[in-house]
């Protein structure tokens, strides 16, 4: 035994004595001054447990010897590290057995509850039997001490493990106690799983974000908190039972959210444990169709906003439910030893407002950058699922889609930065074909607002190609010919060739932002002659509208003669570059020419129009 050890043992387990005759003799005071210094010989074993670990992983990293005085170095590290296991296992070994002896004084108890929990979790990650010894001793504080005091203590303690070298270590013992108290508590179970809750939530959140953190491990203490509300759930009866059930439901999405940010490496990994949160969802009375939809996590809220509504801290913790909802359905669309979703897929394919709420929950995994590109991939798929069969004509116009269209316009967004940066050509190919059908799916009254909007607010000259794209074949199939499009294009080829920053676009950065904006500028010039030639002519191609003189010559003398110098001077400084970066060259040559041929198309077309009126 070393002589440190002798030390530490000998010293705690002085003050362990020392505290409990203090108590016999009806001296409190100097029962905590006991305490206090017994707290501070754990702190300073624990900040040498932590320097020595720091000071290896330093070695670890900056060694440069030779195989032999690697191999001493190795011996060294190991006899010092088996040295350190052993001062903490006979120090923790003192504590158990204080605690565990028959004549110990229920003060005593609850002098050290208060304290030692935070101080002894810090050596937990130091080896199994310390881990095993931590958990030994926090639970013997739980058995003995009052359970609303300990819940208290362990949530404290584990904010505080939060900021520790080793939280997944730190914790364990710390969870393990409080899933351990909640059962325990007698009265007011729901405000105190309100306290307790959100703490968890942060710890598991962090948690996840560790380096070398095992998944496994993650799941199994979240999973073990979630089976200690439920069992707390059973116990209780009415309104209070069912904010128990409301706040296990929340808690099953928040960690849902969790464990699949933490996936790293393979997606089926996680099907085994997202499995037996089945049970869970069952009990909470949670539906794939009432988690796709939205409708459970609004329901869940709901019903502890009226509890918690003063409580923004409470409210905040559970900010990835919706994520987390969506990935439950995305699971079972994974594995279909999750849940078997051909009815709610049915169900989403024959209700438009269902669908559209979809689209909104499925925005969250789109738009996530901490998923793995598998996730976004089903998810793709789903959204191929529930527009599969669905035509623009099935789109019951005389539902009010208004209330949606925010949601489903956020949804396109996240849809882009799919397209944009999805890894694969098939991925991307799928996206935009998702894209094209939710689109169509917009009743038209709020389909080209949805457009413009994205029109508007996109950054990348390709995608704004691509929206202008299927606003001109929005048109085509004439579903937007009922609606007042016609006079609004010129908003979004302004957009494009008049920047509201100022100055002409770019070239050739900006080339797809405007071959889109002058063909779709053409073909709303056509449509309108057509239907003005055929008699048709409307508020639209009237005398004050799209085809009045004094927008074709605002048009005319503002953007199409503009562009076309711009054109011409950028085809012949690329021809002078040529002969330094020919391939580079000829590339934007082409692109330029095919502007060139559609500009001056559209130019005959307004000076036609021009001589007529």
Known sequence: MSAATVSYSRRVRELLAGSLSSVEAGESQDVESLVTELVSCLNFLSENVASNASCEQDNDATSNASDDDEHVNDAALNASYDEQENDVIQVLDEISKFLSSPQMDQDVIDALSFELPKVISKLAGLSSRCLEFVEEIVDRF???????????????????????????????????????????????????????????????????????????????????????????????????????????????????????????????????????????????????????????????????????????????????????????????????????????????????????????????????????WEFKRHTVEVLLDIVRGVTPSQCNEQIDCSQYTTSIYAALQAVTLVIMYAPDADLRKKTFEALKRIISDIPVPQRFDVLKALVTNSQSSTMRGILLDQVKNNMSTSSLQATDCDAHVTELVELVLKPPHGGPPLFPDQSDEVLAALNLYRFALLNVLRESEAGKETSRGGSSGFLSKKTLERDYKGWLLPLRSIVSGSIAENQRQKDHDQESSLEILCILNRIESLLYWCIELVEERLKSS
């Open 142 to 372: 739980v058995e003995a001490c009052n359970p609303r005091d300990m819940l208290s203590v362990l949530c404290e303690a584990l904010d505080a493990a939060r900021v520790s070298l080793s939280l997944s270590s730190s914790s364990t013992p710390l969870l393990h106690g409080l899933s351990k108290v909640f059962i325990s508590v007698r009265r007011r179970h729901y405000e105190q799983l309100r306290v307790a809750v959100p703490v968890v939530l942060n710890v598991l959140k962090d948690m996840s974000l560790e380096p070398n953190m095992q998944v496994e491990g993650l799941f199994d203490k979240a999973l073990g908190i979630a089976v200690s509300i439920k069992d707390v759930a059973l116990k209780l009866e009415k309104e209070e039972g069912t904010k128990v059930r409301c706040l296990l439901g929340l808690y099953v999405m928040q960690i849902t959210a969790v464990l699949s940010v933490s996936i790293k490496d393979k997606v089926a990994s996680g099907v085994p444990l997202v499995m037996q949160l089945k049970p869970l969802l069952t009990f909470c009375g949670l539906t794939h169709i009432g988690l796709i939809t939205g409708n459970d996590a609004e329901r869940l809220l709901t019903t502890v906003s009226k509890a918690d509504d003063d409580d923004d801290d409470f409210l905040n913790s559970f900010n990835d439910i919706k994520l987390g909802a969506s990935l439950l359905f995305i699971w079972a669309r994974i594995s279909p030893e999750v849940a078997d979703l051909a009815n709610d897929l049915n169900e989403l394919q024959s209700n438009p407002v269902k669908r559209w709420l979809a689209y909104g929950m499925l925005k969250y995994i789109l738009a996530s950058g901490d998923l793995l």
